[in-house]
């Protein structure tokens, strides 16, 4: 029996903690073997760990606290403790010194020469953490200056901001900003009045979003209404400053900063009903324009039964979702409600019994009784990371905002394969595309095989006013387009009304093209057939396409035939 190399019980412990693939250890052992190196190294090289995963499963099986050196500030007299020239040669930094003993970070806490040269060194008992190489290097290279440093950049800083304040006087002379002024004018009644009708006119609109666009000569505000934009009475240009001002100041964002994006949320109450506001901050020439989005708690169904699924796709949307473990994915295009959907299923298994968390970007709605947790790509939080961490807490079910990357698609198979249910979107036009992309991401077909329980592809379509819906006969070309033979179906189309603001049309209403994952349709992901192939049997084996679906919701009188062609025009 062999016995097994320090480097491959670390890889062990890495593959128990779901952090590497049995497949990705014989790659590198394979590569170690040809090239030589150390293991380790390899898989972090191949990027399979990252450098703090691998710290952290190294310091499980050393029995070696991890230490972030970052997040530590160490005082000048321990620092004083370990020559610069020693703490480079064997790669370590001093951490802190309580009584006797002296804590120090290493990269090799296996390196036993260090250790005895330390001891005889300092005189004082050494206890050995571990820590990356680069964290041990960027810790040397700050030692002993890191105040000096941050004097300087905050000098620089406020130097720059100078220089860019000055220059911004040279570029608008006619336009002083005087940032004292602007917050009392934020405040004033006219501005405070304007913004608060913007929003309840959105609200009394269903808008889903609010523009507030900045031009030459005026400010122009417009609202997202059934996904259409539509342009509404706008603000004088003359408040254009004190309205941003005063929306920043709700988001609780710098009004001083007016050349950066920013984003920020807030929330508010109407007719007691709590909104949730996404604002996003664009600079622009003209000025910042503004982008609010309303999240409207009472828009979440939340019942997958009010998702307007037939009972025979409803039966079998159901058994994905309770089943103890396995990936669901739900596809689409941009607002199209992916993400509703899948918090009606979160607010429907929400429950006591079950620890649920969700990472996403940004959090949508915030829903009692559930973990989420908000990307932050500025100080290196990603969903991939994020999801790393979540699998730690011990979850029973997991919803990710989206999967964008190979790492991410890797850790939520992963997750999936292990007992956890994973609830995420994609990007792709169908069902069964969902596969395909899985597949492009780098991800093995027998684990996506393994993983996938049921795909959807999901669409936004119009419905009928009700109050002015009215019988019409479609024309025999758009039968023809959408393969409709025509079978005496009554069809509707709103004739324009008061109510929707002669629109024909109010609301919006979802199609979902459901496709599980049969025997049959497994078999087929691992010859890595088609996303046409795979779509052509589960249409075989019942599925409604969201052509199929789309004009069922026609003949039932929700929608109109032309809006199913225009949200379906790839489905055919």
């Known amino acids: 029996m062999s016995i097994k190399s320090f480097g491959e019980r670390i890889a062990d412990v890495l593959i128990e903690d779901g952090l590497l693939l049995p497949s990705q250890l014989a790659e590198a052992m394979d590569l170690q073997k040809k090239q030589g190196g150390r293991l380790l190294k390899l898989l972090t090289d191949k990027q399979y760990v990252t450098e703090q995963d691998m710290v952290i499963s190294m310091g499980r099986c050393l029995d070696v606290p ?15 403790l370990v020559p610069k020239d020693m703490a480079r040669m064997y790669k370590l930094a001093p951490v802190c010194k309580l009584g006797n003993k002296l804590f120090v970070a290493m990269a090799d806490p296996l390196n036993v020469l260090a250790l005895d040269d330390l001891r005889q060194r300092t005189k004082l008992e050494i206890v050995p953490m ?38 911004e006087e ?24 304007i913004v608060n009708l913007i929003l309840v006119q959105a609200l009394k609109e269903k808008a889903s979003d609010i523009h507030i666009e900045p031009f030459e000569k005026q400010l122009k505000l ?16 003359a408040l254009q400053l004190p309205i941003a001002s005063r929306i920043k100041i709700l988001a609780g964002l710098d009004i001083a900063e007016r050349r950066l994006p920013q984003d920020g949320r807030f929330r508010i109450r109407v007719s007691g009903k709590e909104v949730d506001l996404r604002i996003s901050v664009l600079p622009t020439t003209y000025g910042e324009k503004i982008v609010i989005r309303l ?6 169904s939340g019942s997958i039964d009010q998702l307007g699924m037939d009972e025979y796709t409803l039966g079998i949307f159901r058994k994905a979702v309770d089943a103890p473990h396995g990936m669901i994915l739900v596809t689409g295009p941009t607002g199209s409600g992916k993400t509703t959907t899948l918090y009606s299923v979160l607010s429907e298994l929400n429950n006591p019994e079950y620890n649920i968390v969700t990472v996403e970007d940004p959090i949508e709605y915030q829903l009692s009784g559930i973990n989420q947790v908000a990307v932050k790509a500025d100080i290196g939080l990603s969903f991939a990371d994020a999801l790393r ?25 992963k997750a999936a394969l292990t007992g956890h249910q994973v609830l995420s979107t994609l990007h792709t036009n169908d ?101 046409a192939v795979i779509k052509n049997q589960a249409v075989s084996e019942g599925m409604k396409t969201l052509r199929m679906v789309g004009i069922d919701k026609a003949r039932e009188g929700v929608t109109t035939l032309e809006e199913i062609l225009r949200v379906t025009a790839e489905d055919h």
């Open 170 to 193: 040279v570029k608008q002379k006619r336009e002083e900003i005087d940032l004292d002024r602007l917050a009392v004018e934020s405040e004033d009644a006219p501005v405070v009045k």
């Open 66 to 80: 991890p230490i972030n050196l970052s997040k530590v500030r160490v005082p000048e007299n321990v620092q004083e």
């Open 431 to 531: 069902a069964a595309g969902a596969i395909s992309r899985l597949d492009d991401m780098g991800i093995e077909p027998f684990l996506i095989s393994s993983s996938v329980l049921l795909t959807c592809a999901q669409r936004l379509v119009r419905r009928v006013c009700p109050n002015c819906r009215e019988e019409f006969q479609p024309e025999p070309e758009l039968l023809a387009k959408l393969e409709i033979q025509d079978d005496n179906t009554t069809f509707y189309q709103g004739a324009g009304c008061d109510r929707c603001k002669r629109r024909g049309y109010v609301g919006r209403a979802a199609i979902i093209e459901v496709l599980p994952v049969s025997e049959t349709i497994r078999r087929l992901i691992i010859k890595r057939a088609s996303a």
């Open 222 to 237: 417009r609202y997202r209404v059934d996904g259409a934009l539509v342009e509404a009475s706008s603000p004088p240009k």
């Open 295 to 300: 999240l409207d708690k009472g828009a979440l």
């Open 130 to 167: 571990i820590t990356t190489e680069r964290s041990v290097t960027e810790a040397l290279s700050g030692v002993g200056s890191a105040g000096s440093q941050m004097d300087q950049v905050l000098k620089e800083a406020a130097n720059q901001a100078q220089a860019e304040a000055n220059v």
């Open 389 to 413: 961490s979540i699998l730690r807490q011990d979850p029973d079910i997991v919803m990710i905002g989206e999967i964008r990357d190979n790492e991410t698609a890797d850790i939520a198979v």
